[in-house]
């Protein structure tokens, strides 16, 4: 058959020389990128090549590739991905496509995402559940300011993984200098979000090489992994960084003698004879049993759908969190957020909104303060943010919020913003601490220069609360000649 017989154009299997050990958890990753980057060719050609394609699948995307093929004979990858009639028509990916595939190392889930501006919100929401993205850029056209939009919606979202996927690098004649300059362009704009871990593959989507299997033949230059090695070495992200966390979906009461609280484990573990606390009351309780649908548990733990029992009456109402006695999250009425606006009406200041995270809804106030120009990288001043803009808010509540940054916790530090007029989900939020007026050096929208020692400035760039505000901060590297005659220069 035509097909079989080109699919491994210019691609051979890479030699195994370790034995194979399988990782039970399957990793969640977004492709994303400007607008004909071949992103859903990307994940076409990773089903394709893993075997995830079906017969009556493959016989489908023969017949609807008819008058398609390229010159290589091959069906058109992208129609195992873009599933709507208008996606089809347009030659574009508007939806999130879900999509799974495994290897003999490990399973994996990924979402392609659009790469028109105007459907960001939809790219967004890949990233909110992804442990890894893999951000595809055209060799021909390089960086473009789309590339910067989902890098930073990504690192925003948590994601601390990436990987760049130079596609098309056949069509530069293989152009090492060319990956290499895309690749160096890339690796600045990551570290400017805080991103360490960032691998460049040069890869054709369309041939396979470099995606499954390797692209040596075409590419003797490139002595690095595959996609797929890449993709099966990666990390998942952990609700462990926090202490157990329940928040409350429903209170379960089938009789006089039963009390219980279902939801599902956001966070940490519990057992039995655990202390916990009902927040935002304060109340504290010992936990008694934990049950499930089927049977009493000795432990649970995140991700687990429980009901817990208390060893007191307590009050507890849905929207609550239960969580461990000696970790608990932020509680407070102001906190500072990141949104990414949604809707063509943007973020209108001064207008009160629902807050929805979990199973809590409380009504908020949002200031926007800053909004990330995609082009410099910088944070500008801005007292409102229109659609698809990336900013930074300060929410203040009419009564007492509980959250964990969203850096720590997924779940309990992640919020969409609901209009509540028209009912629309008008922006997606994470929570990057609570709100706090600093006092000594700070005033207002002064800045203070600091003249620091290389080594002690790696180790203040490392740190977790320099990573949440990384984007306030401006380095630059000189002597210790030169700083001392700027800093001469300056007011004291």
């Known amino acids: 058959m035509t097909v079989s017989a080109t699919a491994t154009v210019a691609a051979f299997p890479a030699v195994e020389t370790e034995r194979v050990t399988r990782d039970s958890r399957p990793l969640r990753l977004i492709t994303c990128g400007s607008v004909d980057d071949g992103k859903s060719t990307l994940i076409g050609r990773l089903l394709w090549d893993t075997k995830a394609v079906k017969e009556d699948q493959a016989a489908t995307l023969q017949r609807d590739s008819s008058g398609k093929q390229n010159d290589l004979g091959l069906p058109d990858f992208a129609l195992l991905l873009d599933g709507l009639q208008a996606e089809r028509e347009q030659g574009i990916t508007i939806d999130v496509a879900y999509r799974y595939f495994s290897t003999d190392r490990r399973s994996f889930i990924v979402a392609d995402t659009p790469g028109h501006e105007q459907y960001t919100r939809n790219m967004a929401t890949g990233a909110s559940t992804a442990d890894l993205a893999v951000l595809l850029v055209d060799a021909r056209s390089g960086i473009l300011e789309q590339t910067r939009r989902h890098a930073t919606i990504a690192t925003l979202m948590g994601i601390r993984q990436f990987v760049l996927a130079v596609n098309k690098i056949d069509l530069t004649g293989y152009d090492r200098a060319r990956f290499e300059e895309i690749s160096h362009e890339f690796k600045e704009l990551a570290l400017s979000l805080g991103v360490k871990q960032i691998t460049a593959i ?10 499954v299997y390797d692209g040596r033949a075409s590419m003797p230059w490139y002595e690095g992994p595959t996609l797929v090695e890449t993709l099966e070495k990666a990390t998942v992200r952990s609700n462990q960084t926090v202490g157990f966390r329940l928040p409350v979906q429903r209170v379960s009461r089938p009789g006089e003698s039963f009390r219980g609280y279902q939801g599902t484990v956001a966070g940490g573990a519990v057992k039995p004879g655990d202390s916990v606390v009902v927040l935002p009351s304060g109340m504290v309780a010992n936990v008694k049993q934990i049950v499930t649908f089927d049977l009493v548990r000795n432990a649970a733990v995140a991700g687990d759908a429980i ?66 120009d995609l082009k410099s990288g910088k944070w500008n001043a801005a007292d409102a943010l229109p659609m698809n803009a990336i900013g930074k808010v300060g929410l203040t509540f009419d009564e007492q919020a509980v959250f964990d940054t969203y850096e720590q916790n997924r779940t309990t530090g992640a919020f969409i913003l609901i209009d509540p007029d028209t009912h629309n989900t008008i922006a997606g939020g994470m929570i990057t601490g609570r709100h706090s007026e600093l006092g000594g050096i700070h005033k207002a929208d002064e800045r203070v220069i600091l003249s620091l020692p290389a080594d002690l400035a790696d180790k203040l760039m490392a740190t977790e609360i320099f990573a949440s505000r990384r984007h306030d901060a401006e380095v630059r590297h000189t002597n210790a000649g030169r700083a001392a005659e700027l800093l001469s220069g300056l007011d004291e």
Do not use: C, H
């Open 202 to 211: 040069p890869v054709s989507a369309l041939k396979g090489e470099n995606v």
């Open 307 to 372: 009901t817990l029992v208390l060893d007191r009456q307590v009050d507890v109402s849905r929207g609550d969190m239960i969580v461990s006695i000696d970790s608990q999250p932020m509680t407070g009425r102001r906190f500072d957020a990141q949104i990414v606006a949604l809707q063509p009406e943007g973020i209108v200041p001064g207008k009160r909104y629902w807050l929805k995270s979990g199973s809590r809804r409380q009504r908020v106030s949002v200031a926007p303060a800053s909004q990330l």
